[in-house]
Protein backbone atom coordinates (compact mmCIF):
# COMPACT_ATOMS: atom_id res chain seq x y z
CA UNK A 1 0.00 0.00 0.00
CA UNK A 2 2.48 2.71 0.56
CA UNK A 3 4.88 1.47 -3.03
CA UNK A 4 1.10 2.82 -4.35
CA UNK A 5 0.30 5.92 -2.36
CA UNK A 6 3.94 6.91 -3.12
CA UNK A 7 3.44 6.41 -7.00
CA UNK A 8 -0.22 8.12 -6.92
CA UNK A 9 1.43 11.01 -5.50
CA UNK A 10 4.45 11.46 -7.90
CA UNK A 11 2.14 11.00 -10.58
CA UNK A 12 -0.64 12.86 -9.68
CA UNK A 13 1.56 15.80 -8.52
CA UNK A 14 3.06 16.10 -12.09
CA UNK A 15 -0.07 16.16 -13.63
CA UNK A 16 -2.42 17.74 -11.54
CA UNK A 17 -1.07 22.06 -10.12
CA UNK A 18 -2.13 21.55 -6.38
CA UNK A 19 -0.31 18.55 -6.08
CA UNK A 20 3.21 19.71 -7.04
CA UNK A 21 5.15 20.15 -4.46
CA UNK A 22 4.48 17.04 -2.69
CA UNK A 23 7.51 16.30 -0.51
CA UNK A 24 8.56 19.82 -0.76
CA UNK A 25 9.50 21.11 2.60
CA UNK A 26 7.08 23.38 4.66
CA UNK A 27 7.52 27.17 4.81
CA UNK A 28 7.22 28.40 8.11
CA UNK A 29 4.61 30.73 7.06
CA UNK A 30 2.38 29.96 3.55
CA UNK A 31 3.05 32.94 1.21
CA UNK A 32 -0.70 33.66 0.23
CA UNK A 33 -1.64 34.72 -3.13
CA UNK A 34 -4.94 35.25 -5.55
CA UNK A 35 -5.69 34.88 -9.18
CA UNK A 36 -6.40 37.52 -11.39
CA UNK A 37 -7.58 38.24 -14.72
CA UNK A 38 -5.74 40.10 -17.40
CA UNK A 39 -7.98 41.25 -20.23
CA UNK A 40 -6.88 42.40 -23.71
CA UNK A 41 -9.95 44.01 -26.02
CA UNK A 42 -8.45 42.37 -29.18
CA UNK A 43 -4.66 40.28 -29.67
CA UNK A 44 -3.49 39.88 -33.40
CA UNK A 45 -1.70 36.29 -33.60
CA UNK A 46 1.34 35.95 -35.23
CA UNK A 47 -0.85 33.75 -37.84
CA UNK A 48 -2.60 37.56 -38.42
CA UNK A 49 -5.86 36.38 -36.96
CA UNK A 50 -7.01 39.32 -34.50
CA UNK A 51 -8.76 37.31 -31.22
CA UNK A 52 -11.48 39.58 -29.43
CA UNK A 53 -12.13 39.61 -25.43
CA UNK A 54 -8.27 38.00 -24.81
CA UNK A 55 -8.36 36.58 -21.46
CA UNK A 56 -5.50 35.18 -18.88
CA UNK A 57 -5.43 34.55 -15.77
CA UNK A 58 -2.54 36.02 -13.23
CA UNK A 59 -1.08 35.72 -9.49
CA UNK A 60 1.51 37.56 -7.92
CA UNK A 61 3.50 37.51 -5.27
CA UNK A 62 5.93 40.47 -3.06
CA UNK A 63 5.85 43.92 -3.52
CA UNK A 64 6.16 45.93 -6.68
CA UNK A 65 9.25 48.70 -5.95
CA UNK A 66 8.71 52.52 -6.39
CA UNK A 67 10.58 52.75 -10.17
CA UNK A 68 9.10 48.82 -10.97
CA UNK A 69 12.84 47.16 -11.66
CA UNK A 70 12.06 44.49 -9.47
CA UNK A 71 9.88 42.33 -11.31
CA UNK A 72 10.86 38.69 -11.91
CA UNK A 73 8.11 36.63 -14.63
CA UNK A 74 7.37 32.81 -14.16
CA UNK A 75 6.28 30.89 -17.11
CA UNK A 76 4.51 27.73 -16.40
CA UNK A 77 4.99 24.23 -18.08
CA UNK A 78 2.89 22.32 -20.66
CA UNK A 79 0.37 21.12 -18.33
CA UNK A 80 0.82 23.79 -15.37
CA UNK A 81 -0.71 27.46 -15.03
CA UNK A 82 0.17 29.90 -13.31
CA UNK A 83 0.43 28.62 -9.65
CA UNK A 84 3.65 29.09 -9.59
CA UNK A 85 4.31 29.46 -5.47
CA UNK A 86 2.41 30.31 -2.17
CA UNK A 87 -1.47 29.14 -2.10
CA UNK A 88 -5.02 30.78 -2.58
CA UNK A 89 -6.03 29.21 0.70
CA UNK A 90 -4.43 28.37 4.41
CA UNK A 91 -6.30 24.97 3.59
CA UNK A 92 -4.95 24.28 0.25
CA UNK A 93 -3.07 20.79 0.21
CA UNK A 94 -0.09 22.30 -1.28
CA UNK A 95 1.49 25.76 -2.43
CA UNK A 96 2.52 26.48 -6.32
CA UNK A 97 4.80 24.03 -8.31
CA UNK A 98 8.00 26.22 -7.55
CA UNK A 99 7.29 26.85 -3.92
CA UNK A 100 10.53 26.16 -3.19
CA UNK A 101 12.64 28.83 -4.72
CA UNK A 102 9.91 31.75 -4.90
CA UNK A 103 9.27 33.14 -1.30
CA UNK A 104 10.37 35.51 1.57
CA UNK A 105 14.03 34.27 1.75
CA UNK A 106 13.90 32.04 -0.65
CA UNK A 107 16.29 31.62 -4.11
CA UNK A 108 13.85 34.35 -5.55
CA UNK A 109 13.37 36.72 -2.34
CA UNK A 110 9.48 38.03 -2.75
CA UNK A 111 11.03 40.44 0.08
CA UNK A 112 13.15 41.57 -3.06
CA UNK A 113 11.21 40.97 -6.15
CA UNK A 114 7.68 41.45 -7.17
CA UNK A 115 7.14 37.82 -9.23
CA UNK A 116 4.11 37.54 -11.16
CA UNK A 117 3.00 34.47 -13.45
CA UNK A 118 0.40 34.46 -16.30
CA UNK A 119 -1.79 31.23 -17.59
CA UNK A 120 -0.72 31.00 -21.35
CA UNK A 121 -3.33 31.27 -24.24
CA UNK A 122 -4.90 27.71 -25.03
CA UNK A 123 -3.77 26.49 -21.24
CA UNK A 124 -4.73 22.94 -20.60
CA UNK A 125 -6.72 23.20 -17.43
CA UNK A 126 -10.09 24.36 -18.95
CA UNK A 127 -11.96 22.96 -16.23
CA UNK A 128 -10.22 24.28 -13.08
CA UNK A 129 -11.95 27.52 -11.67
CA UNK A 130 -8.24 28.83 -10.94
CA UNK A 131 -7.29 28.73 -14.64
CA UNK A 132 -8.30 31.61 -16.94
CA UNK A 133 -7.40 31.34 -20.59
CA UNK A 134 -8.42 31.82 -24.24
CA UNK A 135 -8.42 29.08 -26.94
CA UNK A 136 -10.83 26.55 -28.55
CA UNK A 137 -13.37 26.06 -25.95
CA UNK A 138 -14.25 29.80 -25.18
CA UNK A 139 -16.88 31.05 -27.17
CA UNK A 140 -16.36 33.44 -30.20
CA UNK A 141 -17.56 36.61 -30.09
CA UNK A 142 -19.04 36.63 -33.43
CA UNK A 143 -20.90 33.33 -33.50
CA UNK A 144 -21.86 32.58 -29.69
CA UNK A 145 -20.18 29.27 -30.09
CA UNK A 146 -17.02 27.56 -29.20
CA UNK A 147 -14.31 28.17 -31.32
CA UNK A 148 -13.04 24.20 -31.68
CA UNK A 149 -11.13 24.23 -34.61
CA UNK A 150 -11.67 27.66 -35.93
CA UNK A 151 -9.86 28.76 -33.38
CA UNK A 152 -6.18 29.91 -34.92
CA UNK A 153 -2.36 28.16 -34.81
CA UNK A 154 -0.80 29.80 -31.82
CA UNK A 155 2.74 30.13 -31.21
CA UNK A 156 4.78 30.62 -27.77
CA UNK A 157 5.51 33.42 -29.03
CA UNK A 158 1.68 34.61 -28.93
CA UNK A 159 2.30 33.42 -25.28
CA UNK A 160 4.78 35.59 -24.73
CA UNK A 161 3.07 38.46 -26.24
CA UNK A 162 0.36 38.36 -24.29
CA UNK A 163 2.33 38.26 -21.02
CA UNK A 164 4.30 41.39 -22.64
CA UNK A 165 0.93 43.35 -22.51
CA UNK A 166 0.03 42.18 -18.78
CA UNK A 167 3.46 43.04 -18.08
CA UNK A 168 3.39 46.54 -19.57
CA UNK A 169 -0.11 46.96 -17.93
CA UNK A 170 1.75 47.12 -15.04
CA UNK A 171 4.08 50.05 -16.30
CA UNK A 172 6.87 47.10 -15.87
CA UNK A 173 9.54 48.04 -18.48
CA UNK A 174 12.42 45.88 -17.64
CA UNK A 175 12.22 42.65 -15.68
CA UNK A 176 15.01 41.66 -13.49
CA UNK A 177 14.17 38.03 -14.62
CA UNK A 178 12.18 35.92 -16.52
CA UNK A 179 12.31 32.11 -16.16
CA UNK A 180 9.92 28.87 -16.16
CA UNK A 181 10.36 24.68 -16.48
CA UNK A 182 10.32 22.87 -19.63
CA UNK A 183 7.13 24.74 -22.02
CA UNK A 184 8.20 27.84 -19.49
CA UNK A 185 11.96 27.55 -20.57
CA UNK A 186 10.71 27.94 -24.15
CA UNK A 187 8.71 30.89 -22.96
CA UNK A 188 12.09 32.60 -21.39
CA UNK A 189 14.09 31.84 -25.00
CA UNK A 190 11.31 33.50 -26.13
CA UNK A 191 11.29 36.82 -24.16
CA UNK A 192 15.05 36.57 -24.09
CA UNK A 193 15.12 36.58 -28.29
CA UNK A 194 12.35 38.49 -28.95
CA UNK A 195 12.01 41.38 -26.60
CA UNK A 196 15.56 42.00 -25.47
CA UNK A 197 15.77 44.87 -23.85
CA UNK A 198 13.44 43.87 -21.27
CA UNK A 199 15.09 40.97 -19.82
CA UNK A 200 18.08 41.38 -17.41
CA UNK A 201 18.26 37.91 -16.85
CA UNK A 202 16.90 34.89 -17.91
CA UNK A 203 16.52 31.32 -16.84
CA UNK A 204 15.55 28.44 -18.68
CA UNK A 205 14.90 25.02 -16.69
CA UNK A 206 14.95 21.94 -18.19
CA UNK A 207 14.33 23.12 -21.91
CA UNK A 208 16.08 23.47 -25.12
CA UNK A 209 16.66 26.64 -27.42
CA UNK A 210 14.50 24.78 -30.41
CA UNK A 211 12.28 22.11 -30.94
CA UNK A 212 14.35 19.14 -32.83
CA UNK A 213 12.61 16.48 -35.24
CA UNK A 214 13.06 14.14 -32.12
CA UNK A 215 11.25 16.36 -29.85
CA UNK A 216 8.34 17.37 -32.74
CA UNK A 217 7.67 13.42 -33.69
CA UNK A 218 7.42 12.77 -29.66
CA UNK A 219 4.81 15.36 -29.56
CA UNK A 220 3.37 13.78 -32.22
CA UNK A 221 2.52 10.73 -29.93
CA UNK A 222 1.41 12.77 -27.20
CA UNK A 223 -1.28 14.16 -29.56
CA UNK A 224 -2.04 10.62 -31.10
CA UNK A 225 -4.61 9.39 -28.58
CA UNK A 226 -6.65 12.13 -29.07
CA UNK A 227 -6.80 11.83 -32.84
CA UNK A 228 -7.71 8.23 -33.15
CA UNK A 229 -10.90 8.98 -30.39
CA UNK A 230 -14.02 9.11 -32.15
CA UNK A 231 -15.33 11.76 -29.65
CA UNK A 232 -13.17 13.85 -30.87
CA UNK A 233 -15.13 14.08 -34.31
CA UNK A 234 -12.38 16.56 -35.75
CA UNK A 235 -12.61 19.28 -32.76
CA UNK A 236 -16.24 19.81 -33.30
CA UNK A 237 -16.94 18.03 -29.03
CA UNK A 238 -18.65 20.92 -27.59
CA UNK A 239 -22.03 20.08 -26.03
CA UNK A 240 -21.23 16.63 -26.60
CA UNK A 241 -18.99 13.88 -25.47
CA UNK A 242 -15.56 15.29 -24.94
CA UNK A 243 -13.12 12.84 -26.07
CA UNK A 244 -11.60 11.99 -22.54
CA UNK A 245 -10.48 8.34 -23.38
CA UNK A 246 -7.49 9.55 -25.81
CA UNK A 247 -6.79 12.64 -23.55
CA UNK A 248 -6.18 10.41 -20.62
CA UNK A 249 -4.27 8.46 -22.58
CA UNK A 250 -2.09 11.27 -23.82
CA UNK A 251 -1.90 12.33 -20.20
CA UNK A 252 -0.54 9.48 -19.64
CA UNK A 253 2.05 9.36 -22.38
CA UNK A 254 2.93 13.24 -20.87
CA UNK A 255 3.64 11.74 -17.55
CA UNK A 256 5.34 8.89 -18.69
CA UNK A 257 7.84 10.66 -20.51
CA UNK A 258 8.56 13.86 -18.10
CA UNK A 259 9.69 10.76 -15.16
CA UNK A 260 12.47 8.22 -15.75
CA UNK A 261 13.04 4.79 -16.04
CA UNK A 262 14.57 4.87 -12.27
CA UNK A 263 11.33 6.39 -10.82
CA UNK A 264 8.92 3.85 -12.63
CA UNK A 265 11.71 0.87 -11.93
CA UNK A 266 11.81 1.94 -7.63
CA UNK A 267 8.22 2.71 -7.65
CA UNK A 268 6.57 -0.28 -9.51
CA UNK A 269 8.70 -2.67 -10.41
CA UNK A 270 6.90 -5.48 -12.00
CA UNK A 271 4.00 -5.77 -9.36
CA UNK A 272 0.37 -6.53 -10.58
CA UNK A 273 -2.47 -3.60 -10.08
CA UNK A 274 -3.99 -6.39 -7.72
CA UNK A 275 -3.16 -8.64 -5.94
CA UNK A 276 -4.49 -12.17 -7.38
CA UNK A 277 -4.95 -10.73 -10.97
CA UNK A 278 -1.96 -11.99 -12.85
CA UNK A 279 -1.27 -9.40 -15.82
CA UNK A 280 0.26 -13.16 -17.50
CA UNK A 281 -3.56 -14.41 -17.11
CA UNK A 282 -5.43 -11.94 -19.15
CA UNK A 283 -5.22 -9.07 -21.42
CA UNK A 284 -7.69 -7.27 -19.02
CA UNK A 285 -5.44 -7.53 -16.11
CA UNK A 286 -2.68 -4.83 -15.59
CA UNK A 287 0.34 -4.10 -14.41
CA UNK A 288 1.03 -1.77 -10.97
CA UNK A 289 2.58 1.54 -13.21
CA UNK A 290 -0.18 0.89 -16.57
CA UNK A 291 -2.70 0.81 -13.23
CA UNK A 292 -1.06 4.44 -11.80
CA UNK A 293 -0.90 5.84 -15.07
CA UNK A 294 -4.22 5.31 -16.32
CA UNK A 295 -5.90 6.33 -13.02
CA UNK A 296 -3.94 9.95 -12.96
CA UNK A 297 -4.43 10.46 -17.18
CA UNK A 298 -8.40 9.94 -16.76
CA UNK A 299 -8.66 12.30 -13.46
CA UNK A 300 -6.97 14.77 -15.41
CA UNK A 301 -8.83 14.39 -18.40
CA UNK A 302 -11.69 15.44 -16.42
CA UNK A 303 -10.79 19.13 -15.98
CA UNK A 304 -8.58 19.24 -19.08
CA UNK A 305 -9.43 20.13 -22.97
CA UNK A 306 -8.82 17.44 -25.47
CA UNK A 307 -8.26 20.75 -28.46
CA UNK A 308 -6.09 22.87 -25.73
CA UNK A 309 -3.53 20.00 -25.58
CA UNK A 310 -3.46 19.48 -29.88
CA UNK A 311 -3.17 23.49 -29.45
CA UNK A 312 -0.49 23.26 -26.96
CA UNK A 313 1.45 20.53 -28.70
CA UNK A 314 1.44 22.61 -31.82
CA UNK A 315 2.84 25.12 -30.68
CA UNK A 316 5.61 23.66 -28.87
CA UNK A 317 6.69 22.13 -32.26
CA UNK A 318 6.73 25.00 -34.09
CA UNK A 319 9.03 26.46 -31.16
CA UNK A 320 12.63 27.99 -32.06
CA UNK A 321 13.47 30.90 -30.18
CA UNK A 322 12.69 34.24 -31.42
CA UNK A 323 10.51 32.62 -33.66
CA UNK A 324 13.52 31.56 -36.26
CA UNK A 325 15.94 29.64 -35.31
CA UNK A 326 18.23 29.33 -31.85
CA UNK A 327 21.28 30.54 -34.37
CA UNK A 328 19.53 33.61 -35.19
CA UNK A 329 18.06 33.96 -31.50
CA UNK A 330 21.81 33.30 -29.80
CA UNK A 331 22.85 36.46 -31.63
CA UNK A 332 19.63 38.65 -30.45
CA UNK A 333 19.84 37.76 -27.15
CA UNK A 334 21.70 39.85 -24.31
CA UNK A 335 20.60 38.67 -21.30
CA UNK A 336 23.09 36.47 -19.53
CA UNK A 337 21.61 32.90 -19.15
CA UNK A 338 20.95 30.07 -16.61
CA UNK A 339 20.52 27.22 -17.81
CA UNK A 340 19.48 24.63 -15.24
CA UNK A 341 18.70 21.35 -16.86
CA UNK A 342 18.55 17.40 -15.85
CA UNK A 343 21.05 14.74 -17.41
CA UNK A 344 18.10 12.04 -17.23
CA UNK A 345 15.50 14.54 -19.16
CA UNK A 346 13.23 12.26 -21.24
CA UNK A 347 11.79 15.38 -22.93
CA UNK A 348 14.85 17.92 -23.40
CA UNK A 349 17.18 15.30 -23.68
CA UNK A 350 20.65 16.26 -22.66
CA UNK A 351 22.18 16.65 -26.73
CA UNK A 352 19.68 19.04 -26.86
CA UNK A 353 20.44 20.57 -24.46
CA UNK A 354 24.04 20.82 -24.91
CA UNK A 355 23.74 21.88 -28.57
CA UNK A 356 21.84 24.74 -27.30
CA UNK A 357 23.97 25.43 -24.84
CA UNK A 358 27.01 25.44 -27.69
CA UNK A 359 24.85 27.64 -29.56
CA UNK A 360 24.30 30.46 -27.36
CA UNK A 361 27.68 30.78 -26.37
CA UNK A 362 28.97 30.68 -30.09
CA UNK A 363 26.39 33.70 -30.69
CA UNK A 364 28.16 35.46 -27.61
CA UNK A 365 25.50 34.91 -24.95
CA UNK A 366 26.97 34.63 -21.48
CA UNK A 367 25.72 31.19 -20.26
CA UNK A 368 25.76 29.14 -17.18
CA UNK A 369 24.83 26.12 -17.09
CA UNK A 370 24.02 24.25 -13.66
CA UNK A 371 22.69 20.10 -13.25
CA UNK A 372 19.80 18.74 -11.02
CA UNK A 373 19.85 15.20 -10.02
CA UNK A 374 16.94 12.71 -9.24
CA UNK A 375 15.21 9.55 -10.04
CA UNK A 376 12.27 11.87 -11.98
CA UNK A 377 14.13 13.03 -14.74
CA UNK A 378 12.15 16.13 -16.46
CA UNK A 379 9.76 16.34 -13.35
CA UNK A 380 13.03 17.36 -11.21
CA UNK A 381 13.15 20.57 -13.02
CA UNK A 382 9.72 20.76 -11.22
CA UNK A 383 9.97 18.89 -8.01
CA UNK A 384 13.73 19.10 -7.20
CA UNK A 385 14.44 22.52 -7.35
CA UNK A 386 15.94 23.52 -4.63
CA UNK A 387 19.08 21.97 -5.43
CA UNK A 388 19.83 24.87 -7.59
CA UNK A 389 18.68 27.37 -4.97
CA UNK A 390 22.92 28.38 -4.31
CA UNK A 391 23.35 28.69 -8.39
CA UNK A 392 19.99 30.83 -8.64
CA UNK A 393 21.15 33.18 -5.49
CA UNK A 394 24.46 33.84 -7.08
CA UNK A 395 22.35 34.39 -10.96
CA UNK A 396 20.61 36.53 -9.36
CA UNK A 397 23.27 38.64 -7.23
CA UNK A 398 25.71 38.89 -9.75
Not at 132 to 151: E, M, V
Not at 155 to 167: C, N, R, S, Y
Request: with cysteine.
Amino acid sequence: MKHWIAATAGVVGWMAMDLMSVGQPAAAQDLMTEKKVFTLPSYTTQSGRTLKDVKVGWESYGTLNADKSNAVLICHFFSGNSHAAGKYAATDAAPGYWDAIIGPGKAIDTTKYFVLSSDTLVNLNTGDPKTTTTGPASIDPDTGKPYALDFPVVTVGDFVAVQKALVESLGIKRLALVAGPSMGSLQTFEWAARYPEMVAKAMPVIGAGEADAQLIAWLDVWAAPILVDPNWNKGDYYGKTPPNAGLAKALTVVTLQANHADWANATFGRRAAKEGEDPAKSLGSKFQVQSILDNAGEARAKVSDANHFLYLVKANQLFAAGGTSLTDAATKIKAPVLLITQPKDLVFTADMVDRTADTLRKGGVDVSHVHIQGARGHLDGVISMKQAEGAIRAFLEK
